[in-house]
């Protein structure tokens, strides 16, 4: 099973059963070691998921952190866990900024079982950065979301790569935030320096406060405006895949020729049927492979198939399990010996 279906199926685990999840042991067993095996690692294997990890730190002794993950005989990722209703933190990371100063690790993680954040040391060498580079909520998992989870898979972990990567990801996820706040509330600093650009006048108060409801409403105007292209494209696109798939149609059947003799072939059907079977249930259908007839235009009730324009014709007749068998002619003429045939397959469609 691939990491995305994993990934949503403990999603709606967690969405199913986090109300009845009443503490700190539920959310690790329920939540926080399935997303450890959807990672790769083994759960139940020591030598890979340390519980309880201990580590002496100076005068404190005997301190842990819920999970330690090893690969090759050293840490890779500790793992701090709190009650699936409690925020995550700088105060409730204490062991693990502890922690990361002692062990070989490059990365922490500090979860509720819903939101999974990830930390390293950007900043300062061998000490935890106090904002994460990496976070998500299980519940609301994108695409490109995923495609960052799989960079922590057993089989894909690379220290470097990760690392390279760590410090857009960071940087990106704290701009976004800023660019965020200052669409719904622009800093004084953020509307002057806009403002300047096509504002000649004094930058008073006033104007500093008329040109912070005309930035917001630029920002709002904008974002529909790009989110309305976008729809306009999409939809174009579809139209013209569909204009596509209209034409390649016509192009197929265009090129579909009913000749005089599967014509004559189709009158010698009626003819024989006509005894049992009203002529407007015996319809035909031309196609590229064959020239098919059937009962009540239905492809489900084939009566049979002529193939006329190859070197060697065939007649293909359908029996009770509607089965083809497919037989050589000499003539069109030789259909009448597959009268039996035809009204056998009729009556059948009819019975059934």
């Known amino acids: 099973m691939e990491l995305h279906t994993q990934l949503k199926s403990l999603a709606t685990k967690v969405n199913k059963l986090k109300d009845q999840i009443t503490n700190e042991e539920s959310t690790k067993h329920a939540f926080v070691l399935p997303f450890i095996n959807i990672l790769g690692y083994d759960a139940f294997n020591p030598m890979e998921v340390v519980p309880e990890f201990t580590a002496d730190i100076g005068m404190k002794k005997g301190e842990k952190v819920d999970y330690a993950i090893y690969q090759n005989g050293e840490p890779i ?7 699936w209703t409690s925020s995550l933190d700088v105060h409730n990371s204490a ?4 922690y990361f100063h ?12 819903i939101t999974y954040k990830f930390y390293t040391d950007l900043e300062d060498a061998n000490k935890m950065d106090e904002k994460p580079f990496f976070q998500f909520d299980i ?16 089989s894909n972990f690379d ?23 200052e669409m719904t509330t622009p800093s004084v600093d953020l509307v002057k320096l806009l403002a300047c650009k096509v504002y000649s006048g004094r930058m008073t108060a006033s104007v500093v406060e008329e040109f912070t409801e005309i930035l917001k409403r630029a920002y709002s105007q904008l974002i529909s405006e790009k989110v309305s292209n976008r729809l306009s494209t999409a939809l174009s696109k579809e139209e013209a895949v569909q204009n596509e798939e209209v034409q390649e149609e016509v192009e197929k059947t265009s090129k579909i020729e009913t000749t005089e003799e599967e014509i004559e072939g189709y009158n ?11 002529k407007e249930r015996i319809v035909y259908r031309d196609t590229q492979s064959y020239f098919g007839i059937l009962l009540d235009n239905n492809n489900r009730k084939p009566i049979c198939r002529l193939h006329l324009n190859g070197g060697v014709k065939y007649i293909s ?8 068998e497919k037989v050589k002619i000499e003539s069109i003429d030789d259909i009448f010996n597959f009268e039996g045939e035809l009204l056998a397959t009729v009556k059948n469609y009819d019975l059934n």
Request: glycine letters at 2%.
């Open 317 to 324: 007749t359908f029996h009770n399990d509607r089965k083809e």
């Open 95 to 98: 062991q693990l900024f502890r």
């Open 102 to 113: 002692v062990t070989k690790t490059r990365f922490a993680l500090l979860t509720n079982g």
């Open 77 to 83: 990722l500790i793992v701090e866990c709190k009650h």
């Open 268 to 278: 010698i059907v009626l003819a024989l049927l006509r005894k049992e079977v009203p």
């Open 139 to 154: 519940t609301d998992l994108k695409d490109s979301t995923i495609k960052e989870i799989e960079k922590f898979h057993k």
């Open 159 to 181: 220290i470097s790569k990760i690392i390279d990567n760590a410090s857009t990801l960071k940087y990106t996820r704290e701009l976004k935030g800023v660019i965020e706040n």
